[in-house]
């Protein structure tokens, strides 16, 4: 099958470019909003999942945090507990080892035991999308589980016809950990030139619990973006962009969950950086009609640097990572069909500092001083015309093929290789305008990370157990460079339900789908705690060990689950919801995976009131009790957690607004799988920004 498919790609593929005849773009509400699957087809007839989440809803629930960014999306789960500094991110079962996270296109890589995963002010976006499932056709190692892509803002967005400058300033106050932020943006443009400029501060303290308890979180933070546009000739726009994140945070050196301070997990004074600089450029000229092309260019610098406040000892792990990345476009007829061909390249590298002044050396545990690059071409088909056989409607095809290549390697150990080939083949069936049924099958891998490969130094100490302090005992970290990639094989089948016309309503769709992931090779990390026999006898230290930590690839799993989606809207009432439930287990002994979440169920409904120009709203999470972890400390309650959200503008032509609202309104004391600990009690949120255009 795969041989076939594979074949028939590459014929395709070099038929497709002697016909290639520019066609018209799709603009507007045809164009599918999530630009990560990197088509233009509508989201209503993409056969894949998609979902996203708009300015409008950024801007009533003003989130804090990435949990508060990403919580209304179906599939995603942000786990590490309440700490913003340690929030990491997972998709449909799937960790953030196979999440791949784009900012403004540019891929963010940066990824650690026990911190946070990706570092942007949410005061700095102006949307998100998620392509769920595999998506290693278009992005190779580490997207198995899908893709989510944020964008940051551009005057070119915020500014409409006749205006040529703009303004916004912000304040805000939480009270779950009395936080305050304030906010300040400036846009304009002339001629074929626009710019924007935004700076957006936040200092928050120690969080409350709906448990009653105090979770020691004090942090502050300023955001920065700069970005610069150019109109450069019909069809030709050019942005740069830098995003700048400094944060800094006392708290644990695990900033997950709610382990205590001790000697495993010092107190520490954490000083945290992200800065982004991107090149994006869309070139389709009318002159030439055959090109449309798209480019990336991207240098991310992030770092994690910690001072413990008692014994002064520093630690720090810095990733760097540059790439590139081009899509040419061709569209074209074939036949009957509407076709376009996506042809595109990719390389970035990853390189890894890491420092502790407690070791000889500064070799740190855990982050080894390694570097990674990956080289990559792929194409992506899509066809769209009349059903095969006389059947009524429309049908989309949409084959890709991607290949990599990659290699990791330090300055010591030698350099470790391989490629991959990644494919999938997709298909949409509309018999009428308003339903259609989709299928797709991808395969996915994962290459083994830096820290995976090289893992090196002490993971954790304890004090000897006959001599005690100062004597200390290690569990030292082992290299594995004969791990293997993870490989995912995974099929999804769905439908979509336009309803709203033939009930009369202005809005009513519903999607659901059902997948089925099967994974091999799976990398974990093995923590063989074990002391040896010459520990309990004199002298006491000859040889005298805690055992070793090694990651190895083990086994295979399978993952299953569905999402079921609802949009509403009648006047001035609308409602988003989503319901989504996943199971999996280990194929050699059947026990259930680690990385499963309880079924959830989101609600977001909202009332606006035109002539008042007042917006009231609620949102509702549950979800399950979960009891299928084999350590009943894991188990877990189920829960239902009510919001509640408004916003006023008091002037009709002012662009003064406030916004109010109410997170955890019952006070509820609940745990989240992954978490750790109770999440945040009832939190009073007051906003009021102010914004105007000339």
């Not at 005057?155 to 006749?162: E, I, K, P, V």
């Not at 080939?421 to 259609?436: G, V, W």
């Not at 290690?474 to 016309?501: K, Q, V, Y």
């Not at 606006?608 to 549950?622: K, M, P, Y």
């Amino acid at each position: 099958m795969k041989r076939v498919f594979l074949a028939t790609t590459a014929l395709l593929t070099l038929a497709t470019p002697g016909l290639a005849q520019q066609g018209e773009a799709e603009t507007g509400e045809d164009v599918i909003i999530v630009e990560a699957t990197r088509t233009r087809l509508d989201s209503f007839v993409y056969p894949g999942a998609t979902a996203s989440v708009d300015t409008e809803t950024l801007d009533l629930t003003r989130p804090a945090d990435l949990d508060d960014l990403l919580r209304q999306l179906p599939g995603v789960e942000v786990s590490g507990g309440p700490r913003r500094t340690g929030q990491t991110i997972s998709l449909r079962g799937q960790g953030r080892e196979n999440t791949t996270l784009l900012l403004d296109g540019a891929r963010q890589n940066f990824g650690s035991a026990h911190d946070g995963v990706f570092f942007v002010d949410p005061a700095l976006l102006v949307g998100i999308d998620a392509v769920r499932g595999p998506a290693s056709a278009l992005y190779g190692s580490g997207a198995s589980g899908g893709v989510v892509a944020f964008r940051t803002a551009s005057a070119h967005d915020l500014l409409n016809a006749g205006e040529t400058w703009g303004y916004g300033l912000g304040a805000g106050y939480r009270s779950v950990d009395e936080e305050g932020r304030g906010s300040l943006s400036l846009y304009g443009r002339s001629g074929a030139f626009d710019a924007l400029a935004s700076v957006s501060a936040r200092q928050s303290g120690d969080i409350t619990l709906g448990s009653g308890a105090d979770l020691p979180a004090e942090d502050e933070s300023v955001s920065g973006l700069f970005k610069l546009g150019a109109d450069l000739s019909d069809g030709v726009r050019a942005e740069l962009s830098w995003q700048s994140f400094n944060g800094s945070a006392t708290e644990p050196n695990n900033a997950q969950g709610v382990a205590g301070v001790g000697s495993l997990n010092a107190l520490v004074d954490k000083e945290i950086t992200s800065d982004a600089i991107t090149l994006n450029a869309s070139i389709a000229p009318p002159a030439i009609s055959w090109l449309d092309l798209d480019v990336t260019v991207y240098r991310n610098e992030t770092g994690v640097d910690e001072t413990e406040s008692v014994s002064g000892r520093e630690l720090r792990r810095d990733l760097e990572t540059s790439g590139i990345r081009l899509d040419q476009r061709f569209d074209f007829t074939l036949g009957a069909f509407d076709a376009g061909l996506t042809v595109g390249g990719e390389y970035y590298e990853d390189s890894q500092d890491g420092y502790d002044s407690a070791e000889t050396g500064g070799v740190r545990g855990g982050a080894p001083d390694a570097d990674s690059q990956f080289s990559a071409g792929w194409v992506q088909l899509e066809l769209d015309g009349p059903a095969p056989f006389g059947l009524p409607g429309r049908v989309i095809l949409l084959p890709g093929v991607r290949q990599d290549s990659f290699e990791t390697s330090t300055p010591t150990t030698t350099t470790v290789s391989s490629d991959a080939t990644s494919s999938r083949f997709a298909a949409t069936y509309a018999p009428i305008e308003d339903f259609n049924v989709f299928v797709s099958w991808g395969e996915a891998f994962r290459a083994p990370s830096i820290n995976e490969l090289y893992l090196d130094g002490t993971h954790f100490s304890l004090p000897h157990i006959i001599l005690g302090p100062p004597t200390f005992i290690s569990n030292e970290f082992i290299a594995n460079p004969d791990l293997l990639p993870e490989e995912t094989e995974t099929l999804e089948i769905g439908f979509r339900m336009d309803l709203a016309d033939r009930i009369n309503l202005d809005r009513l769709d519903v999607s659901a789908s059902w997948y089925q992931t099967k994974a091999d090779n799976l990398i974990d990390l093995f923590v063989d705690f074990a002391f040896d026999p010459t520990c309990f006898a004199p002298p006491f230290f000859a040889p005298c060990s805690a055992g070793t930590t090694q990651s190895r690839n083990v086994g295979s799993a399978e993952l299953e689950g569905y999402e079921v989606q609802l949009g509403l809207s009648e006047g001035a009432f609308s409602l988003d919801a989503s319901l989504t439930g996943i199971d999996g287990k280990d194929v050699a002994t059947g026990d259930p995976l680690g990385s499963l979440a309880p079924t959830r169920l989101f609600v977001d409904g909202r009332w606006h009131f035109e002539n008042s120009r007042l917006t009231l709203g609620g949102r509702i999470a549950a979800a399950t009790a979960y009891d299928q972890p084999l350590d009943v400390a894991e188990h877990r309650a189920g829960y239902v957690v009510a919001d509640a959200y408004a916003r006023w503008q008091p002037f009709a032509d002012s662009g003064l607004r406030l916004n109010a609202g109410i997170e955890n309104l019952l006070d509820h004391d609940y745990d989240r799988v992954f978490a750790g600990t109770s999440e945040p009690g009832r939190s009073v949120r007051l906003d009021v920004s102010w914004s105007q255009a000339f």
